[in-house]
């Protein structure tokens, strides 16, 4: 799958050492793109500029980087427009997710998730949006999830967080109308990367939804795909973006029939 719309632009994506992150860098480098990859694992960074670079005629960036770090996030920030100048997309992928009950969820997992998820978007988003209003021109494409859309059991912070994540996107999406800037929401339901190493530490919610998981090979693909059009979300899979619509229209109704499916956790 190939985006010319890409092709010669700078990309940066955060959380870009593995799953649907990697996926994404790497359609983008075969679509033309120059690529800026963030995240804390810089060895496996390293590994994925090593193959992009061998294999594409493009530039390829990296740089180590705790979204959580607020100064840190500007301090790379401005390491990256001394090097590459304008950021055209910003993908802002970093994020992770435990699944606990809300009385057993610990207070630093409770920061973790909202510094990295949500203050940490927040803080990438916030270091590109003057020049890309400056210039008129850009995209900003934030990975929320489903989870965003409909509250579950078990993992109410994580829903937390991706709802302000959705909140956030949808307001930032009306103060740029007029400046040619996309906002995009990525709203995907389980995929099949190392997420759940950490958010399902007993293994029973992949046991339970592994025939329904997407793989991020996919995911990236719908990702790319969008980049440079006013697409405005991307729920995936479909039939499970039918069970928000339901939940906005007859929340208690799908409370009350879905719980069973939902409590799989």
Known sequence: MVNERVNGKNIVITGASGGIGAEIARL????????VLLARSIDKLQQLESELEQKYQINVEVFQLDVANTDQVKQVFEQIFASVG???ILVNNAGFGVFREAHEARIDEIKGMFEVNVVGLMACTSMVLPKMRARRYGHIINIA???GKIATPKSSV??????????????LRMELDGFN?????????????????????KGTYVKN?????????YVAQKVVSSMLTK???INLPRWMNMGS???????????????????KK
């Open 145 to 147: 999830s489903q989870a």
């Open 209 to 217: 939804v592994q025939k329904f998981m997407l793989k991020p090979e």
């Open 158 to 171: 994580y829903s937390a967080s991706k709802h302000a994540v959705l909140g956030y996107t949808n307001s």
């Open 245 to 263: 619509v339901v939940y906005v229209l007859f929340p208690r109704l799908f409370e009350r029939i879905g719980k069973r499916v939902l409590n």
């Open 86 to 88: 304008d950021v055209d």
């Open 28 to 35: 983008c480098a075969a679509s033309g793109a120059n690529l």
């Open 181 to 201: 800037i996309g906002v995009t929401s990525v709203n995907p339901g389980p995929i099949a990367t190392n997420f759940f190493t950490i958010a399902d530490e």
């Open 231 to 233: 697409t405005r979300e």
